[in-house]
């Protein structure tokens, strides 16, 4: 029986206890439903909003992708575009954060509950079947 590893749960927005549910019920660029997750997850069971307002703590999190952002713009039009001029920077970077948009709020999400939520992976509820 495959193992999944936790990266590759966290990069396939898998539960953290069987790494088989999905967490979220849609694609990430269909913007009306971003938020939209599963209450529990479909294999195993587990509630992924632990407490009210779990997920705040994520907003650190996507802090965290949003200085990434900013510092691979920057390092990027410094040295492959010889530094040009400041409107260049603020205008890639606004680009680049409204397309990753998507990305960094569904994943500042799985990242918290992965590492934050208390959840440990549980070999044994791969491939249960709960209805």
Request: aromatic share 16%; glycine share 6%.
């Amino acid at each position: 029986m495959e193992r999944r590893s936790s990266l590759s749960a966290i990069s396939k927005g898998k539960c953290p206890r069987c790494r088989q549910g999905d967490m979220f019920t849609h694609n990430p660029f269909i913007l009306k439903k971003i938020a939209s997750m599963h209450e529990s997850c479909t294999n195993c069971n587990l509630r992924y909003e632990t407490e009210p307002g779990f997920y705040y703590g994520a907003m650190y999190v996507s802090y965290a992708f949003s200085v990434g952002i900013l510092l691979a713009n920057v390092i990027t039009l410094y040295f492959l575009f010889n530094d040009p001029e400041i409107w260049v920077y603020i205008t890639s970077v606004a680009i680049s954060s409204t397309i990753l948009y998507p990305l960094v709020f569904r994943y500042s999400r799985i990242i918290f509950l992965h590492i934050f939520g208390g959840v440990k992976y549980r070999a044994d509820l791969r491939n249960s079947t709960t209805t």
